[in-house]
């Protein structure tokens, strides 16, 4: 009984020890490591911890390794870190492909990538992708973040963007 007892503990305590990766954590930290390596690190560094497996979380990880890229000063470091993001990104589209918020994420990425990089591929249909899917978001915080990049953003058309602006 004393045994069950102590296994029943030490399981309880490694459960609460065990920090999973929260969405608006992930979403601030890819808003934050554009501007800060350290936010960018201290997210990265976590996550390897824990290398999580929920495509939505993987997608961030991925997109966070993408823009640390810009960081590094050495350009083997730079496209290391890129194409291991690039990778998790497109793992996690492929296990949720309809996820609009992943495409998002491929989409800010692709849209603000340097050309000889080649991740430009997807920009087209992302951005059809998003136009018809933003309308029907439930998450509020979500759509807005995704809105003032759309309504931001050099890819889209003045007419794109006053159908969003319509729409909201």
Do not use: C
């Not at 136009?131 to 990049?149: G, P, R």
């Amino acid at each position: 009984m004393i045994r069950i007892a102590t296994l029943m503990i030490l399981l309880t305590s490694l459960l609460i020890n065990v920090e999973a990766i929260s969405i608006p954590d992930a979403r601030k930290a890819y808003d934050e490591a554009v501007y800060k390596a350290s936010a960018g690190k201290t997210f990265l560094a976590q996550a390897e911890k824990l290398n999580p497996t929920e495509p939505l979380i993987m997608g961030y990880v991925g997109a966070v390794k993408m823009i640390m890229a810009k960081h590094y000063f050495n350009p083997w470091a730079k496209l290391h870190s890129f194409n291991q993001g690039r990778e998790l990104l497109e793992k996690a589209l492929a296990a949720q492909p309809q996820g609009v918020e992943l495409v998002f994420l491929r989409f800010s990425i692709q849209s603000n990538s340097p050309g000889f990089l080649n991740y430009n591929q997807h920009l087209a249909t992302d951005k059809a992708f998003l136009l018809a899917n933003i309308v029907s978001l439930k998450d509020k915080v979500l759509k807005e973040k995704i809105s003032n990049y759309l309504l931001s953003s050099e890819a889209l058309t003045p007419a794109e963007k006053q159908k969003i602006q319509a729409a909201l």
